[in-house]
């Protein structure tokens, strides 16, 4: 079963943000910041559509877990997803996790 996790992974500290060239012209192309003329996105969060793979939705929440404690995220949701589409709310909402308060089925 595929599963993926939707989660915000906020800036470092409340005054950093992430730094991105937006280049519609050679979209999928890597470049430092200074090396590029095209625009420069600035934000304070990014979203996320992770892959979870687990057999059983126990499994599929463990696995999440991990990514989560792992990251800056303190909220997640799971979804089932047959189709592994990387658009977000795409799948049967499995289980959303809180920090501090653990997973809470759907």
Request: aromatic share 8%; charged share 20%.
């Amino acid at each position: 079963m595929t599963y993926f996790l939707e989660y915000t992974i906020p800036a470092a500290s409340d005054d950093a943000e992430f730094e991105f060239p937006h280049d519609e012209i050679n979209s999928g192309t890597t470049v430092p910041l200074t090396q590029t003329g095209a625009e420069v996105v600035h934000t304070t969060e990014l979203p996320a559509r992770t892959g979870i793979i687990g057999a059983t939705v126990p499994e599929a929440k463990l696995e999440a877990e991990q990514l989560i404690s792992h990251s800056r995220a303190a909220e997640a949701s799971l979804y089932f997803d047959p189709s592994n589409s990387l658009q977000p709310g795409v799948g049967t909402l499995v289980a959303t996790f809180s920090e501090g308060q653990g997973w809470r089925d759907a």
